[in-house]
């Protein structure tokens, strides 16, 4: 589940306010646990957007990568979070609108 468009992170309970950002939660592969047969995974596209949609309003994305059963992340994992780092931070070399 994704956050809200404008999410308020504002929540009232028994007449009192809290902050609470939005956490959502996403498999890079098909399953949340580590299984041998994995051989399907969300594209770099589809997982940069939904960082963009989850982290928009300073929300919180956790990608889940399952150990194996020696308690490593798969190699495909790294490379795929890896490509993923380089389409979501900018380069240092990157002009923005603040310059």
């Given amino acids: 589940m994704l956050p809200a468009e404008n999410d308020p992170k504002l929540f009232t309970h028994d007449g009192k306010q809290y902050y609470m950002p939005w956490e ?5 592969s098909q399953r949340w646990f580590f299984h041998t047969t994995d051989t399907v995974y969300k594209s770099i596209d589809e997982l940069a957007e939904l960082y963009h949609i989850a982290t928009r309003n300073d ?3 956790i990608l889940n ?10 190699d495909k994992d790294v490379k ?13 070399h990157t002009i923005t609108d603040a310059e």
């Fill in 65 to 74: 990568c399952p150990p194996n059963r020696e308690g490593k992340i798969r």
């Fill in 24 to 28: 959502s939660t996403v498999c890079i």
């Fill in 80 to 92: 795929t979070l890896m490509q993923l780092k380089e389409r979501i931070v900018p380069s240092p």
């Fill in 59 to 61: 929300n919180i994305l």
